[in-house]
């Protein structure tokens, strides 16, 4: 069984930075895609930044390139989501996720197997 969880989240000002760790556990944990996702209140869950776990490509949307970087430490089963220059817009819970299928789309949750409980960030202006 697989598991993931989140932690780093906090309250940040605007144009500061933040670093997300997600922590997988599980002997058979060997994702294709790892991704962060993101939910604010009111709004549907939306795709932040994803990576392929082997090769190390990388994916972003458009609103957070250039400011935020996703990677990864095989050794450690570790994903990071570093968030530089934060915008109130920002705000958010924000979700690591995994998925072990390599034709699933990048940007739809539902492409996803697995998944953290959260940790919440709140962006200051």
């Known amino acids: 069984q697989v598991q993931l969880v989140e932690s780093g989240g906090g309250l940040v000002q605007d144009g500061g930075s933040l670093r997300l760790s997600c922590a997988a556990s599980?002997?058979?944990?060997?994702?294709?895609?790892m991704a962060w996702f993101r939910q604010a209140p009111g709004k549907e869950r939306e795709f932040v930044a994803g990576?392929?776990?082997?090769?190390?490509?990388?994916n972003y949307a458009d609103s957070v390139k250039g400011r935020f970087t996703i990677s990864r430490e095989f050794a450690k089963k570790m994903a990071y989501l570093q968030m530089n220059s934060p915008k109130p817009e920002d705000t958010a819970v924000y979700y690591c996720?995994?998925?072990?299928?390599?034709?699933?789309?990048?940007?739809?949750?539902?492409?996803?197997?697995?998944w953290g409980p959260g940790t919440q960030v709140t962006v200051s202006s």
């Open positions: 996720a995994a998925s072990t299928n390599a034709f699933g789309s990048w940007f739809s949750g539902a492409s996803y197997d697995f």
């Open positions: 990576i392929i776990w082997g090769a190390g490509n990388t």
């Open positions: 599980g002997r058979t944990f060997s994702p294709y895609r």
